[in-house]
Each structure stands twice: as C-alpha cells, then as structure tokens.
C-alpha cells in the first residue's frame, strides 16, 4: 500500500491538521510546520484552490468548513470483504493527480490494481467532457482488470459496474438510485456517479481495462456551477428525502463498493452481462419512455424496451427494432 503525495509537504501538512474541522491558530500552524504566520496565510489561499473552503478569523486562527474525512488505504483495506482483500493487488491514494484513469493507464498494472484521489486536476468523463473536481469530498477512483478474452468479454461490463454502484448506494440506505443507458448513475433524472471504461491492449487477445468511477458526495455549488447537465450529490440526497441518519464515511463507501467491483470483474468473463441483466433493467430510468438517441450523425426517435444480453439497448422505432451499442450515443428524454 502506498499513499502518494502529490502536493508539496508543507501543503498536506496543514490539511491534515485542519482536518479536524477546528480552529487551530496560525501560531500553531507555523510552529508544525517551521514557516512563518505569513507563510502559513498563503498556504492557506492554495487550499481555496483545490475547492476547499478555509475560514480565517482574527484571534482564532484558520478552520476548514467543515471536516475533512482524508482517504486512507489502511482503513479501505480494513473495511473490505474477505474475497475483495484477496482480489486487491494494489491500492494507491493521491492527494492531487491529473486523472486517476490517466494515471491507472500509465502504470502498467495487475488485475486488482486500485487507484484513488482526493482531487483530480483534470478529471474526465465520457464523450470528451470533463469531470470536476474538489478535493476531499467525493470519489474519484480507476480500477485495473486484464481480461484474456478482448472486447468481447467485456460486452455490458460498464453497466454491470452501474449496477454494482447502484446497490452499494442502495445497501447504505440511498433509495431511488436508477441507470441510464449505457452507464449514469441516476437520482431523481440528476446525474449522481459516472463511469468510464478505458481498454488498452490486443481488442482480440489480452487487455487491460481500467474502469473509472466517479461518484459525487458533496459538490461545492461554485464549482458544480460549471457542470452542464443536472447533477445531484450524496449529501443534497440525504438532505431532500429526510433520511439524516445516513452518515457517509468516504472510506467506508468505497471499501464497501470494492467489495462488490472486484469479485464482479473478477467473475465477469465467465458470469457475462447476463448475469446483471434484470437487475439492471429493475434500475433503468427510462424503461418504456419516449427517447431521442444522437449518435455521431444522426437523430432517432423511439421508445426504450430495454437491453440486451450483451447490454446493447434496444428500441422500437418507426422502422421496427433497433439495438444501440454504445460508444458516442447520448440518450435523452424525448
Ligand atoms: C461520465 O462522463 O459519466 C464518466 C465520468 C467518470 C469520472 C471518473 S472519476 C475517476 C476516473 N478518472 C477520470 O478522469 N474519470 C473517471
């Protein structure tokens, strides 16, 4: 296990002990970390930067907004199931990377190969868009699987992966969680965690696949603002449906979705889509409705019948059925 710091000492130094929540003076500060009061008021402006919120206040000294829970590989590791444990092969946290998928590709890596960040400076999502970022509140985070079978093997395996989010969030009591075709997490219409699966290697042979997951916890609105599509967090869920008993441990959550991600990629060769089939079709958000499918060069209308057993979507247009299989396809409420 390694925890990898990519932001400079002093930098990590002052979150960790801000990560309390409380106000700890710039005294203090400056005394751990052997700079100067000045010095410690501008490593406190780079936090702002990486979307962090930092009170200062005469007298007191310089709080965050609220605690920080900081992602750690000891207690991931000790909050995973038996056969997760097994199926984990590496588990490396960043404090600031340009992309956990990038990174995951770079590093050529055995199956089970976990790569987690607090803060992504150049998230990405699917087809071409980015995927922000703020540090410390959400997931951001790439898993490695090599597959020995090609893409083919790997047919529905990103809405498998769908499904293996939707009921961990289910599992901690967030109810309503619903898919889109062919791999959003859903609540209320709102985007909530996205997925995307990166293949390298022979698409006939062996290749590594890393499957990028990132999951929204709690999005400061000045930085959602550059969101543009509906998007929803953990935290305005817990708050809109009542439910404030559901305490969210970052740590916990992701142990608890590793536990179900890595027995399911290391299954999925011999297990398929098949075997996910239903669940995902009792989560699809748009079963039976009227959609508007853009493809690179055309527009279709039709109505949603559901997937396939290899997880192509399957519509009824006015020329009969009609199976999509994903790529550069957006689907939209007609
Ligand atoms: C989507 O557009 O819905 C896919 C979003 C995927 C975001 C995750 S965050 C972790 C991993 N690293 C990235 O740069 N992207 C994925």
Redesign the pocket.
């Known amino acids: 296990m390694q925890e990898l710091s990519d932001i400079d000492d002093s930098l990590q130094m002052i979150l960790n002990v801000l990560a309390d929540g409380q106000f700890h003076s710039g005294q203090e500060l400056g005394a751990k970390l052997g700079v100067s009061r000045a010095a410690v008021w501008k490593q406190a402006q780079k936090l702002q930067a990486f979307g962090l919120q930092v009170h200062s206040v005469k007298g007191r000294g310089y709080r965050l907004a609220g605690e920080l829970e900081l992602l750690s590989a000891q207690e991931i590791a000790a909050q995973l199931d038996s056969e997760a444990h097994q199926l984990l092969s590496q588990l490396d946290i960043h404090r600031v990377i340009d992309?956990?998928?990038?990174e995951a590709v770079r590093q050529v890596r055995a199956s089970g190969y976990v790569c987690l960040a607090e803060y992504?400076a150049a998230?990405?999502?699917?087809r071409g868009?980015t995927?922000i970022s703020a540090f410390g509140k959400n997931i951001?985070?790439?898993v490695v699987w090599i597959f020995a079978g090609g893409a083919a093997e790997l047919e529905g395996l990103s809405l498998a992966v769908g499904v293996a989010i939707a009921e961990t969030l289910t599992d901690i009591g967030i109810e309503d969680i619903q898919l889109k075709w062919p791999n959003?997490v859903l609540w209320q219409g709102k985007k909530l965690a996205?997925?995307?699966l990166e293949m390298t290697g022979d698409p006939a042979g062996e290749c590594q696949v890393v499957i990028?997951?990132?999951i929204n916890l709690q999005l400061p609105s000045q930085i959602a603002a550059q969101i543009d599509q509906p998007w929803t967090d953990l935290q305005s869920i817990i708050r809109q449906s009542g439910n404030m008993d559901i305490e969210i441990k970052r740590n916990i959550l992701i142990a608890r979705l590793l536990s179900k991600l890595l027995p399911l990629l290391h299954s999925f060769g011999k297990d398929r889509f098949l075997a996910y089939r239903e669940r995902w079709e009792s989560l699809h958000a748009f079963s039976g409705l009227d959609v508007r499918l853009r493809t690179a060069n055309t527009v279709i209308n039709g109505r949603i019948k559901g997937v396939t057993e290899t997880g192509a979507l399957r519509v009824d247009t006015a020329t009969g059925e009609e199976i999509f299989y994903g790529g550069e396809i957006s689907v939209r409420l007609a």
Not at 99 to 102: M, P, Y
Not at 123 to 126: E, H, N, S, V
């Open positions: 992309s956990t998928n990038t992504q998230g990405r999502g699917r868009r995927w951001y985070l790439s959003d996205g997925i995307l990028g997951i990132g």
